[in-house]
Structures are given as structure tokens and as C-alpha cells.
């Protein structure tokens, strides 16, 4: 059984940093894309940022870029988002998932695993 397990979320002023993790288990991870989601209220999920297998190739959504950095660590099967300059509009409930290829893709049906969500809200 595939599990993905999400944690680091939590209440940080705007400026601030957070950093979540999202640990696999039940099989490795170690070839297939992996990817940052959120979904805040109302609104659609979103992708944020992905990472290739090979932890070299990364792609970021525009309101990300040059603020959150993802990356992995195949040998503890973990990937990372590192948010700095939190802004009160990145307040959401990340997600990460997997999917069964090696290349990021940008849409949620293209996903083949999901962690159940942390909560990040950001104050102003």
C-alpha cells in the first residue's frame, strides 16, 4: 500500500518561512515525478512545484518562482518544498503526490498518489 505522508505545515507571519516534507512508503519513489499541490478554500487545486526523478530537473508555478524551492532525497524516499517569503495568499492545504513517470506534469489527473494535505496559513 502506497502512502504519502505530509508534514511542516502550520501558522507563520507574512515574510516568514516554513518548510514541508512528504515521506513515502510502501514503494520506492525513487524513479517517479514528484510534486507540491495546494488547494485553498473555494478554490481549485493547484500545482506549485515539481521535481523529476533524477532530483536535477524542477519546475515551479510563476507565484512560486524564486520564493519555494522543492527537492528530494531518494535514499530517505522524502521530498521537500522550502517556502520563504510567505505571503498571506499562499495560505492553503498543500498536498504532495507521485505519479508513475519520471517527467512532472502540471495537472492534478496526472497524478497517481496523494498525501491527505497540511494546512499552511499565512497572516498578514
Known amino acids: 500500500q502506497v502512502q504519502l505522508v505530509e508534514s511542516g505545515g502550520g501558522l507563520v507571519q507574512a515574510g516568514g518561512s516554513l518548510r514541508l516534507s512528504c515521506a513515502a512508503s510502501g514503494r520506492t519513489f525513487a524513479n517517479y515525478a514528484m510534486a507540491w499541490f495546494r488547494q485553498a478554500p473555494g478554490k481549485e487545486r493547484e500545482f506549485v512545484a515539481g521535481v523529476k526523478w533524477n532530483s536535477i530537473t524542477t519546475y515551479y508555478a510563476d507565484s512560486v518562482k524564486g520564493r519555494f524551492t522543492i527537492s528530494r532525497d531518494n535514499a530517505k524516499n522524502t521530498v521537500y518544498l522550502q517556502m520563504n517569503s510567505l505571503k498571506p495568499e499562499d495560505t492553503a492545504v498543500y498536498y504532495c503526490?507521485?505519479?508513475?513517470?519520471?517527467?512532472?506534469?502540471?495537472?492534478?489527473?496526472?497524478?497517481?498518489?496523494w498525501g491527505q494535505g497540511t494546512q499552511v496559513t499565512v497572516s498578514s
Open positions: 503526490a507521485g505519479r508513475s513517470s519520471a517527467w512532472i506534469a502540471t495537472d492534478v489527473r496526472q497524478y497517481d498518489y
